[in-house]
């Protein structure tokens, strides 16, 4: 099968379960918008190298795929979705970010103004940042659209731009 499959051409895009709905879609927005954030997370993973931030990295990476599932989801076919194992982001994974946040902050200062580009990493996990808000932002208006969204995918979006900031800290302090 190829991944030119056309059927982008008329200006839609497929949800789950091939749900067919146009590229400026809330949901097709929030998804790309995550899609965006797990690159820019790659873009920080190659520039840690063989490191432990990297597998916590690559950790989060697929928790945003689990994260995008749940975006690409309509409300109907939740039922389906939870039939077919679909995964769900859970207060636990949120917790678990929230933790490695308190951990990195008292590795670092937080009381200047910060400037990014003070290493490739620190640089890297700044853009990761920023495209993370982005995609909270989009999580919100979906949120806004549809008020049954899991919850949580907010909490974990936003506790993960925090953790980017203070792992951008700790990147650029050494």
Do not use: C, W
């Given at each position: 099968m190829s991944i030119s499959?056309?059927?982008?051409?008329?200006?839609?895009?497929?949800?789950?379960?091939?749900?067919?709905?146009?590229?400026?879609?809330?949901?097709?927005?929030?998804?790309?918008?995550?899609?965006e954030l797990n690159s820019a997370l790659g873009m920080a993973r190659a520039a840690a190298g063989p490191v432990p931030l990297n597998a916590?990295?690559?950790?989060?990476?697929?928790?945003?795929?689990?994260?995008?599932?749940?975006?690409?989801?309509?409300?109907e076919?939740?039922?389906?979705?939870?039939?077919?194992?679909?995964?769900?982001?859970?207060?636990?994974?949120?917790?678990?970010?929230?933790?490695?946040?308190?951990?990195?902050e008292s590795k670092v200062s937080l009381t200047d103004w910060t400037m990014p580009g003070g290493s490739p990493l620190g640089a890297s996990l700044d853009f990761a940042r920023t495209v993370c808000r982005r995609a909270e932002r989009r999580a919100v208006q979906l949120r806004d659209l549809h008020p049954s969204l899991n919850p949580e995918l907010i909490r974990y979006l936003n506790r993960l731009s925090d953790l980017c900031f203070v792992w951008a800290r700790e990147a650029e302090t050494g």
């Open positions: 499959t056309q059927t982008g051409d008329d200006g839609t895009s497929a949800l789950l379960f091939n749900r067919r709905v146009s590229k400026t879609n809330a949901h097709i927005e929030a998804v790309r918008a995550v899609d916590e990295i690559l950790r989060i990476q697929s928790e945003l795929v689990t994260l995008m599932g749940e975006l690409a989801l309509l409300d076919d939740r039922p389906r979705y939870e039939k077919a194992g679909g995964q769900f982001i859970t207060s636990e994974s949120t917790a678990r970010l929230t933790s490695l946040v308190h951990q990195g």
